[in-house]
């Protein structure tokens, strides 16, 4: 009974981290547009071209109206349902077999940071295995679901003159008859790299819990932990932030396939992560890996308010629905 009573705890945290994650998605999908073509425009500012934060939204506004600002929502809605699914059967996975059974059969909900969201109901445990398990979670789900997230970056940054996608289903096979099926594995290693931020958002998110439990003697409220979880997740964005514009920049690269003389199908290299770090830094400057970042801390906050609340309740709900 315990087992299953585990296992249906794991499917009510995927069942609300989805649920969580989809409506935040489509909540803030028009920030991700705007920070999206941020990081993907290579003009430099200052120069003719150059289109601001106000120059973007005011460009998507005229030229695509209201749908622009949610261009790439359905491989984004597709790619958070497996996320999840992967993130909460890893990370839970990993929690049974080397975390210890909790004290009186009793679990313990943890609104924790981690890579998408929040951690499910877990049981006490080291932060040193909290982070292992969000690491490897994360790992898990994003190289099982880059391909709709290149699929996404392709609809978001998009240029006018471009044959626009009809779905998602018409850019996978636009985007694998043109480029192959390496394609879709393009700025996987920046998105691996980028995992690391939760070495520096779940210390962070406990230390400031720690913080504000000394200050209020007593439980903490949901404002005290969703401005914890907040402060924690912009500081950690900051730090690694970097790694989101090298993977715009990667997953946005068009390598079509050409044939040679000799029959052989070959591929138009444009560099990997060196390279195009290296020339973003020689052309664009340093400023360049930062493009975005405020609209992306603008967009961090409701988003992990929205991803909180609709977590919150519908553990709730749950809960008081028998297992």
């Known amino acids: 009974m315990q087992q299953s009573g585990l296992g249906w705890s794991a499917h009510r945290s995927m069942i609300a981290g989805a649920g969580g994650g989809l409506i935040a998605s489509v909540a803030t999908c028009p920030l991700d547009v705007v920070k999206t073509k941020l990081q993907a425009q290579r003009q430099v500012r200052g120069h003719y071209g150059y289109e601001g934060i106000l120059d973007t939204i005011?460009?998507?506004?005229k030229h695509d109206g209201l749908r622009g600002f949610y261009r790439g929502l359905g491989p984004t809605i597709l790619g958070y349902l497996p996320t999840w699914a992967i993130y909460f059967s890893v990370y839970d996975g990993i929690k049974t077999a080397f975390g210890e059974a909790p004290l009186g059969g009793q679990e313990k909900l943890y609104p924790a940071a981690q890579v998408k969201g929040y951690q499910p109901v877990m049981r006490e445990h080291p932060w040193s295995l909290h982070i292992l398990s969000a690491m490897t979670a994360g790992a898990a789900s994003t190289i099982c679901t880059n391909p709709l997230w290149v699929i996404k970056t392709r609809f978001m940054t998009q240029s006018r003159s471009e044959v626009r996608y009809k779905h998602t289903l018409d850019a996978a096979l636009t985007i694998y008859r043109s480029e192959g099926a390496s394609a879709f594995y393009r700025g996987?290693?920046?998105?691996?790299?980028?995992?690391?931020?939760?070495?520096?958002?779940?210390?962070?998110?406990?230390?400031?819990?720690?913080?504000?439990?000394?200050?209020?003697?007593?439980?903490?409220?949901?404002?005290?932990?969703?401005?914890?979880?907040?402060?924690?997740?912009?500081?950690?964005?900051?730090?690694?932030?970097?790694?989101?514009?090298?993977?715009?920049r990667l997953q946005t690269q068009r390598r079509p396939l050409v044939e040679s003389s000799d029959g052989l199908i070959n591929r138009m290299d444009r560099g990997g992560i060196v390279h195009t770090t290296k020339k973003l830094v020689r052309t664009e400057g340093w400023r360049s890996l930062y493009k975005g970042l405020s609209v992306n801390l603008i967009r961090t906050v409701p988003n992990s308010a929205v991803t909180m609340l609709t977590y919150e309740l519908l553990m709730r709900h749950l809960y008081r629905t028998p297992s």
């Open 58 to 61: 005011k460009s998507i506004a």
């Open 188 to 248: 996987l290693v920046p998105s691996l790299l980028g995992i690391s931020h939760v070495a520096v958002q779940f210390p962070l998110y406990e230390q400031l819990k720690l913080w504000a439990q000394a200050r209020t003697h007593g439980p903490l409220s949901n404002q005290s932990i969703l401005l914890c979880s907040a402060v924690a997740k912009m500081t950690a964005s900051v730090v690694t932030y970097p790694h989101e514009v090298v993977r715009t």
